[in-house]
């Protein structure tokens, strides 16, 4: 991989694969608490930009630019279909 | 990429830092200005007066103006003056399309104030750097979140972080603008997290809507409604039960005042719903900042002809609570002016943080760069002209906006748009000054113009008209920025003599040898 | 009176900020040539801790509990930056300007107590 595309690699994995993860953390978060919705919505939600820093700061720190890439399907799907579970079943229904 | 953990956050910091920096303190500054937007609002619009007249007096004199001009509107707006805006504002239909009047409190004679941009403009660039609404916002967003990774890795890199708390070593060339980017930034830390953050915060929902799309299916309406901030109905036009409405007189003003205030502390102004029927209604609005908590849209709504209470304030539950205090720690509407000034002060230094980072960069590199390949040399060139455009063209282009105020004909047709079209010839101009002539040159004439411009300020405003209280402090805080101005130009001279002088020793010790 | 409050506040962080300046070696070096002992830089760093509590009190007695620790934040990063900023230049002076913090909220506890 060359510098420059391994430098684009890292950009995407925190840009747009931050977005990503962090999407799918505040989303099973939100599922996650047991307070009222409108609660959950705004309790999980506020720490989205923390979440969202530490996924750019791993896309820079990872020991490699496809590296950089490893927490989004291996944390962000689970953590995704535990968010939305109940939306995919009513499509599967 | 092989490197350590602290090479590869060096390298994050270097490079988000100069890509966002250019537009950061860009959002810095106007955000910095747009801490007194109403006080340059003020200021652009000469004449408006500042009299001494009770909220009540104003609101009478307001209402007796709609009454004879506008008995038939559904709706009628008032903005009280208040100690940030001495106006009174009169308007009827809808916030964006009806008709807004200004009054003079005093007489309740109508004022034709000039068209302006004013400081609204610095706010709106602020979070839209003059974008489409929705794609500022999401820009300025992603700068900001970029902001928060730059801060966090620049802790990083930092190995000697309390050793060279107080650090800072002047006359050293790189290792001081090193020593003040790093004392800058420490040193307001706990500001430069919290404006980062809280400023996310006010977009939260729109940035990041996977709590809404997870637990309502992304219905923001839904959310909306069960958040208890769905849109107000207007009450109906009429009698109630379908009768016609009766003509009313509307209740004394006094004691309804008086309760909106103690609850809500200073009043900004009062909505009347169909007025001189018997379905009047009076919503009445505090000044934004009577606590840390952001209050846009909070009201307490009276009946109009009896005066009574019929929607009190309620507290927010807790969650949206903390989330309108995070929003309100951004737009720092509370405390009263002492805090304004602190807050602006702040913004200051963090803009001088910024500079300095992008400064760093360029003066690392300038002594490098002889003997690189003529392309890299380029892009360092691309970086100093971008350095000088964004901050001093940036200071140029502000400041004149205030100029383009006072020396632009009051009655010219479109007046704002020809305001704003003249900061960014100004900005556009220091851009191609900066890209014909030499750094340093360059730094010195943009300065110096900036400068020049703020120190003149008040004779622009005593010359004109409307001069006051409220607007010789702006002109004496432009005075004070020009003054700081003066000596970073010193600086920059007697930076010039010593390498003059070190050029001119060389050649001598050249010449013994 | 609010006034006072605020001022002695912002006064007390910059002159705590000088202590706990002081109570490093280098800046003792910068300011006074010399070093010191290591009780003097813990004496120092504990009074500039004092001093720092004591202005948060000022800015809660201006501000109230909501925004007073807004504003201490605030005002002692602006404290540590001017002092910064003024060590090279003018140690002397700015170690000796330390002394108006505790002149002025004393001054103004006192009109406090007796008002």
């Not at chain 2, 007194?36 to 307001?62: C, G, K, N, Y």
């Not at chain 2, 107080?166 to 706990?190: E, I």
């Not at chain 3, 620790?69 to 540590?80: D, E, K, N, T, Y």
């Amino acid at each position: 991989m060359t510098p420059s595309l391994a430098v684009l690699s890292r950009c995407l994995a925190a840009l747009l694969g931050g977005y990503a993860l962090t999407y799918a953390v505040i989303a099973a978060l939100a599922r996650a608490l047991p307070t009222d919705p409108v609660d959950a919505v705004i309790i999980a939600s506020l720490p989205a930009f923390v979440v969202y820093t530490a996924a750019i700061l791993w896309a820079f720190a990872s020991r490699s630019a496809l590296r950089a890439w490893v927490p989004v399907p291996v944390l962000g799907l689970p953590l995704a279909l535990f968010a939305f579970w109940p939306q995919l079943l009513e499509r599967l229904a | 990429m092989k490197q350590t953990f602290t090479q590869a956050m060096a390298w994050l910091h270097t490079w988000a830092g100069l890509i966002i920096g250019w537009l950061l303190f860009a959002v810095f500054l106007t955000g910095t200005l747009a801490v007194f937007d109403a006080e340059i609002d003020h200021w652009m619009q000469p004449e408006i007066h500042s009299t001494p007249v009770s909220q009540l007096d104003a609101a009478q004199r307001a209402l007796s103006y709609l009454g004879d001009h506008h008995a038939d509107a559904k709706s009628w707006g008032i903005s009280l003056p208040t100690e940030r805006s001495p106006g009174l504002t009169v308007s009827t239909g809808d916030r964006r399309s009806g008709t807004r009047v200004e009054l003079d409190p005093a007489s309740g004679a109508v004022i034709q104030p000039r068209e302006t941009a004013g400081g609204s403009f610095f706010f709106r660039f602020h979070f839209t750097l003059n974008l489409p609404r929705t794609f500022g916002v999401w820009l300025v967003g992603g700068l900001a979140l970029v902001m928060l990774a730059t801060l966090v890795s620049g802790i990083i890199i930092h190995k000697k972080f309390f050793k060279e708390f107080f650090t800072f070593r002047p006359g050293k060339g790189q290792r001081s603008w090193l020593d003040f980017h790093n004392a800058s930034a420490v040193l307001m830390l706990p500001f430069h997290f919290m404006i980062a953050y809280t400023g996310l915060v006010i977009f939260l929902l729109m940035y990041m809507p996977a709590a809404v799309d997870s637990l309502f299916k992304g219905d923001t309406q839904a959310y909306a409604k069960a958040a208890g901030n769905a849109r107000q109905e207007t009450p109906r036009g009429d009698g109630g039960r379908g009768q016609p409405a009766l003509p009313a007189n509307l209740t004394d003003l006094a004691p309804v005042f008086a309760e909106a205030e103690q609850r809500m502390g200073p009043l900004a102004g009062l909505t009347v719903l169909n007025p001189g029927t018997s379905a009047m209604r009076l919503q009445v609005r505090p000044v934004l900042g009577n606590r840390i908590e952001l209050s846009k849209g909070l009201n307490m709504e009276f009946d109009g002809v009896s005066g009574k209470l019929l929607k009190d304030v309620t507290p927010s539950r807790a969650s949206l609570l903390t989330q309108k205090v995070m929003a309100g720690l951004h737009f720092a509407q509370f405390g009263g002016y002492p805090l304004r000034w602190l807050y602006f002060v702040c913004g200051l230094l963090s803009c001088a943080m910024i500079a300095s980072g992008l400064v760093l960069f360029c003066v690392k590199r300038r002594r490098k760069l002889a003997d690189k390949p003529v392309h890299v040399q380029r892009w360092h060139r691309v970086a100093e002209v971008l350095n000088i455009t964004s901050i001093a063209g940036l200071s140029i282009a502000c400041v004149g906006l205030l100029w383009a105020n006072r020396l632009l004909p009051v009655a010219l047709e479109q007046r704002a748009g020809h305001e704003t079209t003249l900061f960014f010839v100004l900005w556009t101009t220091s851009l191609v000054h900066a890209s014909l002539l030499p750094t340093l040159q360059a730094w010195r004439q943009q300065l110096a113009s900036a400068a020049v411009l703020c120190l003149l300020l008040p004779v622009l405003g005593l010359f004109g008209p409307g001069h006051d209280l409220q607007r010789l402090y702006l002109e004496l805080a432009a005075v004070g920025i020009g003054l700081l101005l003066l000596v970073a130009i010193r600086r920059i001279d007697r930076k010039v003599a010593q390498a003059g002088s070190a050029a001119v020793n060389a050649k001598v010790l050249g010449a013994k040898s | 009176m609010i006034a006072g409050w605020i001022a002695s506040g912002l006064l007390l962080a910059y002159g705590a900020m000088v202590a706990l300046c002081l109570g490093l070696d280098r800046h003792y070096r910068q300011v006074w040539g010399i070093a010191a002992t290591l009780g003097r830089y813990r004496l120092l760093r504990g009074v500039g801790w004092l001093g720092l509590s004591v202005s948060l009190l000022c800015m809660v007695a201006a501000w109230g509990w909501a925004m007073g620790p807004v504003a201490w934040i605030g005002a002692l990063s602006v404290a540590g930056l001017v002092l910064t900023l003024a060590l090279p230049w003018w140690p002397r002076m700015a170690v000796a300007s330390a002394i108006g913090g505790p002149l002025l909220s004393s001054a103004v506890a006192l009109a406090w107590v007796l008002g």
